[in-house]
Nanobody, 116 residues
Framework: VQLQASGGGLVQAGGSLRLSCVAS????????MGWYRQAPGNKREWVAS???????NHEDSVAGRFTISRDNAKNTVYLQMNSLKPEDTAVYSC???????????WGRGTLVTVSS
């Protein structure tokens, strides 16, 4: 399984970006997916997750600004980021959660830089 994240870039505070993470394989819809981020000098932190059934959860600091979604037909999970703040600057990575005996997978990150 390979996960490829894209969509990062440089944006001014208050702007928007949409991140995408495409997963290889044919069973994408079975797995919960998540977005995480790691700012320079900080530990990686959870941002949002979505279950196989589409239920979502967002970290408090991004709730109301970020939205996770998925398109199972495209094997893709998205993170719509609005009202970006400089403190959102980080490398964002996607995660396919494990399920039973199936292990988790992480994709390479995409850098989001928010200028003030």
């Amino acid at each position: 399984v390979q996960l490829q994240a894209s969509g990062g870039g440089l944006v001014q505070a208050g702007g928007s970006l949409r991140l995408s993470c495409v997963a290889s394989g044919s069973t994408f819809s079975r797995y919960a997916m998540g977005w995480y981020r790691q700012a320079p000098g900080n530990k990686r932190e959870w941002v949002a997750s979505i279950t196989s059934g589409g239920a979502t959860n967002h970290e408090d600091s991004v709730a109301g600004r970020f939205t996770i979604s998925r398109d199972n037909a495209k094997n893709t999970v998205y993170l719509q980021m609005n009202s970006l703040k400089p403190e959102d600057t980080a490398v964002y990575s996607c995660r396919r959660y494990g399920l039973g005996k199936d292990k988790e997978y992480w994709g390479r990150g995409t850098l989001v830089t928010v200028s003030s």
